[in-house]
């Protein structure tokens, strides 16, 4: 009854596997790894299924890639305070002025879209990008369709490739979580081993 479904949908996954763009990761992982080596921080943010994976990543990238890494939508109370009174569009660009956000830092970002401010879309990504670049931050992401403004102004972006137009939305975020944990699981770059893999053979 759902096999078709389930055939096609894993025939896009592989599809998208064969179609992304490794070069894009390989400069991701070379400017994280110089934040690091510098004493800067990885900002990430994101909305909805976004913001989800922001806070899953910024345990990933403490814990095994040795990068200090935080994300506004850990903090409900403050993120909701900022929307109230400050207004949805710069709940994340008022939280990094907040954390004195430097050239010594990088801001990540996952989104579907990538942010464009002509549509009215994630206004919010858009000025927190446009404060980025002001001060000399890395920027990177992990964006769908055509990037928007996020591919426009970052270092180093993996725009997941649309094999459906159906599907943009999953797979864009479900390899944005493939993206991330292959670059923490990188080593070059993995600091310490997950639990697993360290008690392999034991």
């Not at 299924?49 to 890639?65: E, I, Q, T, Y």
Request: hydrophobic share 40%.
């Amino acid at each position: 009854m759902y096999k078709d479904y389930i055939q096609s949908y894993l025939r896009e996954v592989g599809e998208i596997v064969s179609k992304i763009d490794h070069d894009a990761i390989s400069r991701m992982i070379d400017i994280f790894a110089t934040v690091r080596a510098q004493g800067g921080r990885l900002f990430i943010i994101g909305i909805g299924g976004g913001a989800g994976h922001a806070s899953h990543a910024v345990n990933d990238f403490r814990k095994l890639a040795d990068l200090e890494t935080y994300t506004p939508v850990d903090n409900v109370s403050e993120i909701t305070a900022r929307t109230n009174d400050d207004g949805w569009h710069t709940i994340f660009s008022n939280w990094l002025i907040g954390s004195r956000l430097s050239a010594k830092d990088a801001v990540l970002v996952f989104s579907v879209g990538g942010g464009n401010l002509e549509k009215n879309i994630s206004p919010n990504i858009v000025e927190a990008l446009k404060l980025a670049k002001e001060r000399g931050s890395k920027i990177a992401g992990i964006v769908g369709r055509d990037g928007g403004y996020t591919k426009q102004v970052a270092d180093a972006c993996v725009v997941v490739p649309t094999v459906n137009p159906e599907t943009v939305t999953p797979h864009t975020e479900e390899f944005q979580a493939v993206i991330w944990h292959l670059i923490v699981s990188h080593p070059k770059f993995q600091a310490q081993k997950g639990k697993w893999e360290s008690v392999a053979g034991k």
